[in-house]
């Protein structure tokens, strides 16, 4: 769709670059170590990641994935995994990804997408993937990164962010029920 033709909401959206979100967010979202609650006792962080995180990272995404049952012989193709990692760093891609980071360690992810509705004119932000390391569950850093994923949103003038996951994540629900609403809808999926 040609420019002239984008309505005002996608064209501010479309002049934030990569760099631009990035660099809000390195304001925004990680002004120094932050605390999250009592429970907490480290300062955990939340920033952009960056391409020299990778190592750190795949861990992360290969425990994902083995949580929604993504793992040997039913794994992702490595293909997928790569393009998915350069996406990240693609200004052209909506494709977007901050990390917790605790210490020098990588302790949890999110990544998100902006994409057009035909329910709203301003772009929406669809959550796609939220995962934190077993031994901080439970301490703030899922709500760090997703209260990330909104304030990326609110920068790129999108005032809708949502997700889905499978039902028998209950853990993850309590979180879920607090910092969002489940509308009652029911996904449906098919491979063509």
């Not at 769709?1 to 959206?13: I, K």
């Not at 939340?46 to 995180?53: C, F, I, K, N, S």
């Not at 901050?98 to 057009?116: C, K, P, S, T, W």
């Amino acid at each position: 769709m040609p420019t002239a033709h984008v309505p005002a909401a996608h064209a501010q959206l479309q002049m934030l670059s990569k760099a631009d979100l990035h660099s809000l967010a390195d304001g925004l979202l990680a002004p120094g170590p932050r605390i999250v609650d009592a429970v907490m006792t480290l300062p955990v962080q939340v920033r952009p990641v960056a391409q020299g995180d990778y190592s750190a990272w795949r861990p992360l995404w290969d425990g994902y994935n083995a949580f929604y049952g993504r793992h040997g012989e039913t794994a992702l193709a490595e293909n997928i995994t790569q393009t998915t990692w350069q996406r990240f760093f693609d200004p052209s891609e909506p494709l977007f990804a901050v990390v917790a980071e605790e210490q020098g360690q990588l302790v949890g992810l999110a990544h998100y997408l902006f994409h057009r509705s035909t329910t709203r004119i301003e772009p929406s932000c669809y959550l796609s993937d939220l995962f934190t390391l077993h031994s901080r569950r439970g301490q703030g850093v899922g709500r760090l990164l997703i209260e990330a994923v909104y304030e990326q949103a609110r920068l790129a003038g999108v005032k809708r962010v949502y997700w889905q996951t499978h039902e028998s994540n209950s853990a993850g629900r309590l979180l879920y029920e607090k910092l969002g609403s489940h509308h009652g809808f029911i996904v449906y999926v098919r491979d063509v």
